[in-house]
């Protein structure tokens, strides 16, 4: 069975500072690496995509990589209220997403 | 900004009746997928489609379910004889390619409540 594990939170930030979000998978053939964001009763929103080693960032958003230690992070710098939400982490290996239970944060302002 | 779209945003059905849940994937998106969530738990995937052609489908996606393209716009799921436990989030994705840079997007979601 091919998981992918995350700290349910809640990841409890306060405003301007880093909220930081791990993800452990199991499949070590993965090779597609995304974060989405889903707000409450919403559906998942794409956010950070990655596929080597090392780091990605996208305005506020850092991804990390590490398929040795077959890890996945997302640093959210400067967090704001709006980023209040769950992270799901999804990996595949080439045509179906795998998810993570997803990290629930929350910013306080 | 293209995005997929989904209708009806809520259906509420009696248990053995069959639903038929509509998508509309992205316009130059080869690759459709439906997943499910249902509360509290993880989004689960059901089956992937390409080129008219289910490409995978998990254990969830048994003979009560079938995906259709049925014109050159739209995506569907159909429950033949829904059970209780089919009340879920359903969520319609779309990405341009497979394989390694397989980037799909999700569609605001159809929720499904059985009686």
């Known amino acids: 069975q091919k998981e992918v594990e995350q700290n349910s939170g809640p990841l409890s930030v306060p405003e301007g500072a880093i909220a930081s979000l791990n993800c452990t998978y199991s499949?070590?053939?993965?090779?597609?690496f995304f974060w989405y964001r889903q707000y409450s009763g919403k559906s998942p929103e794409l956010i950070m995509s990655?596929?080597?080693?090392g780091d990605k960032e996208d305005g506020r958003f850092t991804a990390q990589l590490n398929k040795a230690s077959q890890y996945v992070s997302l640093l959210i710098r400067d967090s704001q209220p709006s980023d209040s939400a769950t992270y799901l982490c999804?990996?595949?290996?080439?045509?179906?997403?795998?998810f993570g239970g997803g990290t629930r944060v929350l910013v306080k302002p | 900004e293209p995005e997929v779209t989904q209708t009806p945003s809520h259906q509420v059905t009696q248990m053995g009746q069959e639903v038929i849940l509509r998508c509309v994937p992205i316009?130059?998106?080869?690759?459709f997928y439906w997943y499910r969530q249902i509360l509290g738990q993880k989004v689960e995937f059901l089956v992937s489609?390409?080129?008219?052609?289910?490409?995978?489908k998990s254990e969830i996606f048994d003979d009560q379910f079938s995906v259709e393209r049925p014109d050159g716009s739209n995506f569907t799921l159909k429950i033949r004889s829904t059970k209780l436990e089919d009340s879920a989030m359903y969520f319609c994705?779309?990405?341009?390619?497979?394989?390694?840079?397989?980037?799909?997007?999700f569609g605001p979601g159809t929720r499904l409540t059985v009686l």
């Open positions: 990655i596929y080597s080693n």
């Open positions: 489609f390409y080129n008219n052609e289910i490409s995978e």
């Open positions: 316009s130059n998106h080869l690759y």
């Open positions: 994705a779309s990405s341009r390619t497979s394989g390694i840079y397989n980037e799909q997007f």
């Open positions: 999804a990996v595949t290996a080439g045509n179906k997403l795998t």
């Open positions: 499949d070590r053939g993965s090779q597609s």
